[in-house]
């Protein structure tokens, strides 16, 4: 028997949510850190600075620095943090929910001086001398976006982020020039580049499970790794598809923060999430035909078998009637008196299975 490995984790339960008032802060996931870790760049087209801390106080010191800062959040198990964060800053409680809450499904919401996104991350963690396994990180996070700030929240340590870091530091690109809107973009542009890239790894699977589906004889454990592909998709699905209504609401926004020469960034976004979620849809309904295509390799196997063994019955039928009509205990059948009987009754058994064996051919059945 082929037991059965299961490669995604649960969903973690959100029923120590239930009957609370709402704006209540609880972590929901299964990312528990001990501490919660700030990393702080502050810069404008001039200047450049970063700093880390586990001392949320830290992340006071920037406002009003006539700076842009970008406070990246590690570590949502430490509600009581994030909630002087949120009251720092004047974010609503039920937002605060939302922050904690990786069962929360993308979406974007405005409130007064800023705007709040809830978004999945999805990408492969990155090994330096190895190759990715085929399983990605999907990781929530949330984006707050004022006038001369940007707040983001994650549950553990790891990004996308470090090619946004790199040019802010380099001061590469129009990055240093623009405001809170332009690093909104660049940080959801990262965010759906790795899209790109786990769904590129699905489209590569689905092609090696194709090749081995037309092998002489594909293993049984084939069955599994197609329904595991099939989950795969569906959750990514989860997690992308509403992607494309956030960012469709963020391109059409009458806010002051989404500067208007910003919105063709946005739009071009959202043009690459259409197309992504197009190639989901198209890979889900690959992924179904995969094991339709396995049950017909199957079919079609059994059908040759049957085929052959239907053609060695047909062949013996005739044969097995002479020699049980010979074989029956009358007294009196003449040809058995006769000295050559035996030899002319093979040969005769013989002649018919050659003429069966030539006519079988001539249909192309054998």
Same mark, same amino acid.
């Given at each position: 028997?082929?037991?059965? =490995?299961?490669?995604? *984790?649960?969903?973690?339960?959100?029923?120590?949510?239930?009957?609370?008032? *709402?704006?209540?802060?609880? @972590?929901?996931?299964?990312?528990?850190?001990?501490?919660? !870790?700030?990393?702080?760049?502050?810069?404008?087209?001039?200047? @450049?600075?970063?700093?880390?801390?586990?001392?949320? &106080?830290? /992340?006071?010191?920037?406002?009003?620095?006539?700076?842009?800062?970008?406070?990246?959040?590690?570590?949502?198990?430490? $509600?009581?943090?994030?909630?002087?964060? +949120?009251?720092?800053?004047?974010?609503?409680? #039920?937002?605060?929910?939302?922050?904690?809450? $990786?069962?929360?499904?993308? =979406?974007?919401?405005?409130?007064?001086?800023?705007?709040f996104l809830v978004i999945k991350m999805l990408y492969f963690?990155?090994? *330096?001398?190895?190759?990715?396994? +085929?399983?990605?990180?999907?990781?929530?996070?949330?984006?707050?976006?004022?006038?001369?700030?940007?707040? $983001?929240?994650?549950?553990?340590?790891g990004d996308v982020f470090e090619g946004v870091r790199e040019?802010?530091?380099?001061?590469?690109?129009r990055i240093r020039s623009n405001g809170p809107d332009y690093?909104?973009?660049?940080?959801?542009?990262?965010?759906?580049? &790795?899209?790109?890239?786990?769904?590129?790894?699905?489209?590569?699977?689905?092609?090696?499970?194709?090749?081995?589906?037309?092998?002489?004889?594909?293993?049984? &454990?084939?069955?599994?790794?197609?329904?595991? #592909?099939?989950?795969?998709? #569906?959750?990514? !699905?989860?997690?992308?598809?509403?992607?494309?209504?956030?960012?469709?609401?963020?391109?059409?926004?009458?806010?002051?923060?989404?500067?208007?020469? $910003?919105?063709?960034?946005?739009?071009?976004? @959202?043009?690459?999430?259409? &197309?992504?979620?197009?190639?989901?849809?198209?890979?889900?309904?690959?992924?179904? +035909?995969?094991?339709?295509?396995?049950?017909?390799?199957?079919?079609?196997?059994?059908?040759?078998?049957?085929?052959?063994?239907?053609?060695?019955?047909?062949?013996?039928?005739?044969?097995?009637?002479? /020699?049980?009509?010979?074989?029956?205990?009358?007294?009196?059948? *003449?040809?058995?008196?006769?000295?050559?009987?035996?030899?002319?009754? #093979?040969?005769?058994?013989?002649?018919?299975?050659?003429?069966?064996?030539?006519?079988? !051919? !001539?249909? =192309?059945?054998?």
């Amino acid at each position: 028997m082929i037991k059965r =490995k299961r490669h995604l *984790p649960r969903r973690p339960k959100s029923s120590k949510a239930l009957n609370q008032i *709402p704006g209540t802060v609880t @972590y929901i996931g299964r990312k528990e850190s001990a501490e919660t !870790r700030l990393d702080v760049i502050d810069y404008n087209k001039e200047t @450049y600075e970063r700093y880390t801390s586990t001392n949320l &106080q830290d /992340a006071f010191d920037f406002e009003n620095d006539d700076k842009l800062t970008w406070i990246n959040i590690n570590g949502l198990s430490n $509600t009581a943090e994030i909630e002087k964060l +949120g009251k720092y800053y004047d974010l609503h409680p #039920l937002m605060l929910e939302d922050i904690v809450n $990786t069962n929360q499904r993308p =979406k974007v919401d405005e409130h007064h001086g800023y705007i709040f996104l809830v978004i999945k991350m999805l990408y492969f963690p990155r090994i *330096p001398g190895e190759k990715t396994n +085929g399983s990605f990180i999907n990781e929530h996070i949330s984006i707050v976006v004022g006038k001369d700030y940007v707040l $983001t929240f994650q549950e553990a340590d790891g990004d996308v982020f470090e090619g946004v870091r790199e040019r802010i530091s380099n001061a590469t690109g129009r990055i240093r020039s623009n405001g809170p809107d332009y690093l909104l973009f660049s940080l959801l542009d990262a965010i759906i580049d &790795q899209y790109i890239d786990v769904i590129d790894s699905i489209g590569d699977k689905i092609e090696v499970l194709e090749e081995d589906l037309f092998q002489e004889k594909p293993g049984d &454990q084939i069955t599994f790794e197609i329904q595991e #592909l099939k989950r795969t998709i #569906l959750r990514i !699905r989860r997690a992308i598809l509403p992607v494309r209504e956030v960012l469709s609401r963020v391109e059409k926004m009458e806010n002051d923060i989404i500067q208007d020469k $910003t919105r063709n960034y946005f739009r071009d976004l @959202y043009d690459h999430i259409i &197309q992504v979620t197009e190639n989901i849809d198209i890979y889900r309904e690959m992924t179904w +035909g995969l094991m339709d295509m396995y049950m017909t390799t199957l079919s079609n196997k059994m059908n040759e078998v049957m085929k052959v063994l239907t053609i060695m019955a047909s062949i013996f039928i005739p044969l097995t009637f002479i /020699a049980g009509l010979y074989g029956m205990n009358f007294e009196y059948m *003449p040809e058995l008196e006769w000295r050559y009987s035996y030899y002319v009754l #093979l040969f005769v058994m013989l002649l018919l299975f050659i003429l069966m064996i030539i006519y079988f !051919r !001539r249909k =192309k059945w054998l």
